[in-house]
């Protein structure tokens, strides 16, 4: 019976993700202001439209051709992750193809990129764009005119997005997750990467506040002199009982100055009793007085009265009283009425806001799962947002989408208590947000890395102690136990059949210039006997046979301390596995290398101490490739 539902959520999966939804992810507006240049996730296009949703004009779709099946000829076609404009009016814009992305120009030309390009900016003069490729962690920098790269550097981990400042004359990349471990360290949160546009050198890598992690819009003020960008600042360090005031995740700002590079502070977006989920999008009104944030958990827009932030802030950093919380500068960060009496909040009708930009008399949001444009007027009075179907009929319809509607509920806070998080604030795309959680279902005072949701519907059982006994109960468990709600049979099957779906990303590794390297790692790979546990022909977990839904043993490989000493363990897949760091139940190992050796001392997790610097580099190698 199991393995019937299974098969059904597949099929489902399938079915639901070959549809022609557009999914409009980023949005900017032309030089002149006159209209919305949007990229569409799902359609694989740049359209230019008016404030009303309408096509003015459609850059099509990028297509690739491949192979199918080794006999016949496929057209792929490539989803857009990024678009922007140049002064001259000439649109630039970014889409995935594995470790060969592309940034494209509006006239057809085009330059290969990296894994997963995204975010492109072109500077204040229009003669070079800046674009971060995701999955490689680097910013490279091209010649506007001939697409040339000019320069590469590296940011941190997933470079998501960057702006300029003042001037042009620094970088501010925003990078998605953490890349610390969790012990010795004090703070573990994703960093800015702040880069000299000259030299293109990086001057600094500044965390943001412990427990930021999901960056994911960054926007300068009209004169570059502030950044703003979103983020999620987790409170991984309660356990998670409860929901209130924030106690588990908070939505976030934080404020840089472009001209120094240096970090202002951070203020939060929720009210004290009403979260505002998985902020996104972020942009400032071309006079500065607006900034205004797209909340794609709680299906929301802000509007924040930019003068009087700031005039906050600086009473805050000149040590005045501005609330009863933040008497100073380090309380901001912590404060849920900061923004009390300087923002508004607009709920939407529709679902997944996430790019958006602002005129000085309105802000429009793209509602990536309702295929619309969401405009907010920037009046005095009360005022209802307005919704503009992309289809110019109906906002999108999931009812007959089971793996599309999923992936809306895996990312819509709406459901959980007081709007604080989804799914998706602990598993950003899925996958893992590189904190440690104190879960209630093993107990208390033994925090654990969240973990990939990839490939889980077949590799039971889930939760690393094996707490869980597949995907599905983990999945209901979830809206139970961590966002305090209850959800329908209905919509769990959809959430299963998301989970389901989920295709692994082209590892940054797995290029030409490795080959030789990771054919050698997989002999080693044998050698080290790593194969007895992560078996290749199981997904690399230690499953008998998955494919009947029976669960993996559990092994204790002297991984456990503290109180988890002699603790049995689930097997993770190795598949994607270069996305998942840090690394071990507790993230104590920063990077594969460690795991192999600095937390290997004995031998009990693969034969490693007798290997040669160059078989562990090969190693390594293969299992990032994976």
């Known amino acids: 019976m199991k393995r019937l539902v299974l098969l059904a959520c597949l099929f489902a999966a399938i079915r639901s993700f070959s549809t022609e939804a557009l999914l409009p992810e980023t949005v900017c507006m032309s030089p002149a202001g006159e209209a919305l240049v949007v990229g569409e996730r799902g359609g694989c296009r740049v359209t230019v439209r008016d404030f009303e949703g309408k096509v003015l004009r459609e850059i099509p779709a990028v297509k690739r051709e491949g192979g199918f099946f080794g006999l016949f000829t496929k057209t792929v076609l490539l989803a857009v992750t990024g678009v922007c404009t140049a002064p001259d009016g000439a649109i630039y814009y970014t889409v995935e193809d594995g470790n060969e992305g592309r940034l494209c120009r509006e006239d057809g030309s085009f330059v290969v990129t990296g894994n997963r390009p995204m975010s492109p900016v072109v500077s204040p003069d229009g003669k070079v764009i800046y674009v971060c490729n995701r999955f490689d962690a680097t910013v490279q920098k091209y010649d506007a005119a001939t697409l040339k790269l000019l320069a590469e550097t590296k940011a941190v981990r997933e470079a998501h997005g960057c702006a300029l400042g003042k001037d042009g004359k620094l970088l501010f990349v925003i990078n998605l997750l953490p890349d610390d471990a969790t012990e010795p360290v004090k703070v573990v949160a994703a960093r800015v990467t702040v880069i000299d546009t000259t030299t293109f050198e990086v001057v600094d890598q500044v965390h943001l506040p412990d427990g930021s992690t999901g960056v994911r819009g960054v926007a300068a003020s009209p004169d570059g002199a502030f950044i703003y960008l979103t983020h999620t600042q987790a409170r991984y360090q309660l356990p998670t009982t409860q929901l209130e005031r924030g106690w588990m995740n908070t939505a976030a700002l934080s404020i840089f100055d472009g001209r120094t590079g240096k970090y202002v502070n951070t203020v939060l977006l929720d009210d004290v009793d009403l979260g505002a989920a998985n902020p996104w999008g972020v942009s400032v009104t071309p006079d500065g007085k607006r900034i205004v944030v797209a909340h794609a958990g709680s299906r929301e827009v802000s509007v924040i009265d930019r003068a009087a932030l700031h005039e906050r802030l600086a009473r805050a950093a000149s040590g005045q009283k501005v609330t009863e919380v933040s008497i100073s500068a380090e309380e901001v960060h912590n404060d849920l009425s900061f923004l009390s009496g300087i923002r508004r909040r607009f709920p939407l009708k529709a679902d997944g806001p996430r790019g958006i930009v602002a005129t000085d008399t309105a802000a429009y949001a793209v509602c990536t799962f309702a ?40 990312n819509d806070g709406a459901k959980c208590f007081q709007q604080w998080q989804s799914c998706a604030t602990c598993h950003p795309d899925g996958i893992v ?13 033994n925090p654990k890395q969240s973990k990939s949701l990839y490939l889980s519907g077949v590799t039971p059982p889930t939760m ?85 839904g029976s669960q993996a043993p559990l092994y204790d490989l002297g991984l456990g301390i503290r109180d988890e000493m002699g603790r049995k363990f689930d097997v993770p897949t190795l598949h994607e596995v270069w996305r998942t760091a840090p690394y071990l139940y507790d993230g104590r190992a920063r990077t594969m290398r460690e795991v192999l050796t600095t937390f290997n001392p004995e031998d009990q997790h693969g034969i490693t101490s007798d290997l040669t610097d160059q078989e562990l580099t090969d190693l390594e190698l293969y299992i990032l490739s994976l």
């Open 433 to 445: 947000d590189g904190l440690n959680w104190d879960l209630m279902n093993d107990g208390i005072g």
């Open 464 to 548: 690393i102690t094996g707490i869980r006994k597949d995907m599905m109960h983990c999945n209901r468990a979830g809206f139970r136990h961590i966002q305090f709600c209850t959800v329908s049979e209905e919509d769990a099957r959809c959430i299963d059949a998301y989970v389901l779906a989920m295709k692994a990303q082209v590892s940054p590794y797995a290029r030409e210039k490795y080959a030789a390297a990771i054919a050698r790692g997989k002999a080693v790979f044998e050698k080290a006997d790593c194969a007895r546990c992560h078996k290749p022909e199981h997904y690399f977990t230690a499953s008998e046979n998955p494919k009947d």
């Open 371 to 410: 295929d619309a444009i969401a405009k907010i007027p920037f009046t005095e009075r009360i005022v209802r947002p307005i919704l503009f179907p992309l289809n110019g009929q109906a906002l999108l319809d999931l009812s007959d989408k089971p793996a599309l509607r999923g992936e809306m509920l895996f």
